[in-house]
């Protein structure tokens, strides 16, 4: 390091004569290697700042009230535009700190000044801009919704059971992704979620089955650490054609079935009559564990087939014991004979319309021209088995 000393004198006008004193100052000038040196030690402490072109954050822009306790409350302010009243607030900006202007319709001019701030309040709490549960958007760029939601599916669904996984994953393939593939999660609003609603169903969807995406929906937003939608912020179309109910069947449509039916399937229809079983848990009736207790004239419902894999029953209360009558037993017990191993009857792999096949065959009413019995989950009454024979 190069070092040149200078003297100084006072110039000034004064009692004292400094001048023959000289003040000396060393400044030092630094050499390159020095100066590479001093470079070299601020980029360790500064690793970001020293990568490529990326200059350092300032605390400001890292932080800019992204705490809701830190931020106003909004009520928004209102004005005449035109024929309308709207509003004004301020909203998020996924991947910036700051936030952006919204304006809002109100309403027609037909309304008095309070009323359309009346109005106004009651949309900026819908929005849940000033909940302190409110999740303030990342300054970084979020994911889209088509990279999250494959991040849930191999994270969360494949761990489902597999009807679970086939449908969700339809819904994902055929509906949501291609919705909303493009946008981040904070994106997708309740007010574009109802506008898509209404073009699902106009496609032919039922209003349920909209229900159940916007169910996949919410748990992928629940996976995100994002609340679900609020309770009917999302809007459904009204339903207007009537839908086909499903059939159900009276004590003479059983015994028809079961007498159409030949080999394991009539075993299968009349232990459905006499039970009420789900056909996965029908299907999931092992012999060497107990399932079928004969002499106590007892079914206990343990597992389920689905798609020829076993599982768990659909919840907890589905675990459960079953009384059966005398003929029911009988017809088991021939059926299942001196077998101690494997499964009391197959899993079914035909269309849930089959049984209307072996009415047909019964020459018993059709379900849709009988009246429609009392029955839950249309299930068949016990005591249609005991007219067998």
């Given at each position: 390091?190069?070092?040149?000393?200078?003297?100084?004198?006072?110039?000034?006008?004064?009692?004292?004569?400094?001048?023959?004193?000289?003040?000396?100052?060393?400044?030092?000038?630094?050499?390159?290697?020095?100066?590479?040196?001093?470079?070299?030690?601020?980029?360790?402490?500064?690793?970001?700042?020293?990568?490529?072109?990326?200059?350092?954050?300032?605390?400001?822009?890292?932080?800019?009230?992204?705490?809701?306790?830190?931020?106003?409350y909004q009520r928004?302010?209102?004005?005449?535009?035109?024929?309308?009243?709207?509003?004004?607030?301020?909203?998020?900006?996924?991947?910036?700190?700051?936030?952006?202007?919204?304006?809002?319709?109100?309403?027609?001019?037909?309304?008095?000044?309070?009323?359309?701030?009346?109005?106004?309040?009651?949309?900026?709490?819908?929005?849940?801009?000033?909940?302190?549960?409110?999740?303030?958007?990342?300054?970084?760029?979020?994911?889209?919704?088509?990279?999250?939601?494959?991040?849930?599916?191999?994270?969360?669904?494949?761990?489902?059971?597999?009807?679970?996984?086939?449908?969700?994953?339809?819904?994902?393939?055929?509906?949501?992704?291609?919705?909303?593939?493009?946008?981040?999660?904070?994106?997708?609003?309740?007010?574009?979620?109802?506008?898509?609603?209404?073009?699902?169903?106009?496609?032919?969807?039922?209003?349920?089955?909209?229900?159940?995406?916007?169910?996949?929906?919410?748990?992928?937003?629940?996976y995100a650490g994002?609340?679900?939608?609020?309770?009917?912020?999302?809007?459904?179309?009204?339903?207007?054609?009537?839908?086909?109910?499903?059939?159900?069947?009276?004590?003479?449509?059983?015994?028809?079935?079961?007498?159409?039916?030949?080999?394991?399937?009539?075993?299968?229809?009349?232990?459905?009559?006499?039970?009420?079983?789900?056909?996965?848990?029908?299907?999931?009736?092992?012999?060497?564990?107990?399932?079928?207790?004969?002499?106590?004239?007892?079914?206990?419902?343990?597992?389920?087939?689905?798609?020829?894999?076993?599982?768990?029953?659909?919840?907890?209360?589905?675990?459960?014991?079953?009384?059966?009558?005398?003929?029911?037993?009988?017809?088991l017990k021939a059926?299942?004979?001196?077998?101690?191993?494997?499964?009391?009857?197959?899993?079914?792999?035909?269309?849930?319309?089959?049984?209307?096949?072996?009415?047909?065959?019964?020459?018993?009413?059709?379900?849709?021209?009988?009246?429609?019995?009392?029955?839950?989950?249309?299930?068949?009454?016990?005591?249609?088995?005991?007219?067998?024979?």
């Amino acid at each position: 390091m190069a070092a040149k000393r200078i003297s100084q004198g006072n110039t000034g006008t004064g009692s004292h004569d400094v001048g023959a004193n000289p003040v000396q100052v060393d400044v030092r000038v630094p050499s390159a290697t020095n100066t590479e040196k001093s470079n070299e030690h601020n980029d360790a402490l500064h690793p970001r700042a020293a990568a490529g072109n990326v200059s350092a954050v300032t605390p400001c822009q890292r932080r800019k009230r992204r705490c809701m306790s830190k931020r106003s409350y909004q009520r928004g302010t209102i004005e005449k535009h035109g024929s309308n009243w709207r509003g004004k607030v301020y909203v998020d900006v996924v991947g910036s700190p700051d936030r952006r202007a919204k304006w809002i319709v109100i309403g027609t001019t037909s309304m008095t000044k309070r009323e359309a701030q009346r109005k106004f309040g009651q949309i900026v709490e819908e929005m849940g801009i000033n909940s302190l549960s409110y999740q303030i958007p990342s300054d970084t760029p979020a994911q889209t919704f088509e990279e999250l939601s494959e991040h849930w599916e191999d994270k969360v669904l494949n761990g489902k059971k597999p009807k679970t996984q086939s449908t969700m994953k339809c819904e994902l393939r055929k509906h949501l992704r291609p919705a909303f593939g493009s946008l981040s999660v904070e994106e997708i609003t309740p007010q574009l979620v109802s506008e898509w609603a209404v073009k699902w169903c106009r496609s032919g969807l039922s209003v349920k089955s909209v229900k159940n995406l916007i169910i996949t929906l919410n748990l992928i937003r629940k996976y995100a650490g994002l609340p679900y939608f609020a309770a009917k912020s999302v809007t459904y179309p009204s339903q207007s054609e009537v839908e086909e109910e499903p059939p159900c069947y009276t004590q003479d449509h059983v015994v028809a079935i079961v007498a159409a039916a030949k080999g394991w399937q009539k075993v299968y229809f009349a232990t459905a009559a006499g039970t009420g079983l789900r056909a996965g848990e029908l299907a999931g009736l092992r012999i060497e564990t107990g399932d079928v207790d004969l002499g106590k004239k007892l079914i206990h419902v343990q597992r389920s087939v689905s798609e020829g894999k076993e599982q768990s029953p659909r919840s907890r209360n589905a675990y459960r014991w079953l009384p059966i009558d005398e003929d029911l037993v009988a017809m088991l017990k021939a059926h299942i004979d001196d077998r101690r191993f494997g499964l009391c009857v197959p899993e079914p792999q035909w269309h849930s319309s089959a049984p209307q096949q072996y009415l047909a065959a019964g020459a018993a009413p059709d379900p849709k021209e009988a009246r429609a019995c009392d029955g839950r989950d249309a299930r068949f009454p016990s005591s249609s088995v005991q007219s067998l024979g």
